[in-house]
């Protein structure tokens, strides 16, 4: 069972718009939380995180919403622009103790921003 | 050359090959990561090499075998695959130690193989 969900294969926005790309996840024991950013023939790119005890990081254009008693998270890119079209991956981690985490991802979402 | 690399990027063989994909970071990291993606499908990890030590290998078949000769190496020797095992297979490396930002990991471009 995906213990990481993204229910949107895929979202299309008008350039200058806010997307909103949203993340489920089932275990509570997560602790860290990432989004990936992947364009075609490239490995998937890191863009943001947060851990879970905050509520909201930002970081230029973009913007991670944490909602625990929810299970959810979703990323803001605000405005849109052409060059964000790509596919988002979120991640998820446990602190098991040791010296890595390992993450657990999402199918993805790919996001179209049309001009 | 910065970041983590990949070679080769895109690699045919026939079922009865034994090829080798390699990893290098030069990011000074000490955690690597072997993963795979197929089609509609979430990344998928394979194997986790921390300090050179394996710490984890998610129930990966035989056929694949890492080997990390150094924090800054990781291979993947593949012998005898089957055509489902054609995917992109991404090496990552992430900073040891620590929480929250320590666990973020930063992949290579990739290696697309496809098994005839």
């Known amino acids: 069972d995906q213990q990481v969900k993204q229910n949107s294969p895929s979202l299309s926005v008008q350039e200058g718009r806010i997307s909103i790309l949203n993340c489920d996840y089932t275990n509570s024991m997560f602790d860290y939380f990432l989004w990936y950013k992947k364009y075609p023939a490239e490995g998937p790119t890191f863009l943001i995180s947060?851990?879970?005890?905050?509520d909201k990081n930002e970081d230029g254009r973009f913007t991670v919403f944490l909602n625990k008693s929810a299970k959810h998270l979703s990323l803001h890119i605000v405005p849109s622009q052409p060059g964000d079209s790509a596919v988002y991956f979120c991640?998820?981690?446990?602190?098991?103790?040791?010296?890595?985490?390992?993450?657990?991802f999402g199918k993805g979402t790919k996001l179209s921003v049309k001009p | 050359e910065t970041g983590v690399t990949q070679t080769p990027r895109h690699l045919v063989m026939g079922m009865t090959n034994k090829k080798s994909l390699k990893c290098e970071q030069h990011l000074g990291h000490n955690a690597m990561y072997w993963y795979k993606q197929s089609a509609k499908k979430p990344l998928e990890l394979m194997f986790v090499?921390?300090?050179?030590?394996?710490?984890e290998n998610n129930s990966v078949p035989s056929r694949f075998s890492p080997e990390c000769p150094n924090s800054s190496h990781l291979f993947l020797h593949l012998h005898t695959l089957q055509p489902e095992d054609s995917a992109l297979y991404l090496c990552?490396?992430?900073?040891?130690?620590?929480?929250?930002?320590?666990?973020?990991?930063?992949f290579g471009p990739g290696t697309r193989l496809t098994v005839l």
């Open positions: 990552a490396s992430s900073p040891s130690g620590g929480r929250g930002a320590g666990y973020t990991q930063y």
């Open positions: 991640a998820a981690s446990i602190d098991y103790g040791g010296s890595q985490g390992n993450l657990i």
């Open positions: 947060i851990s879970s005890i905050k």
């Open positions: 090499y921390n300090f050179k030590e394996q710490t």
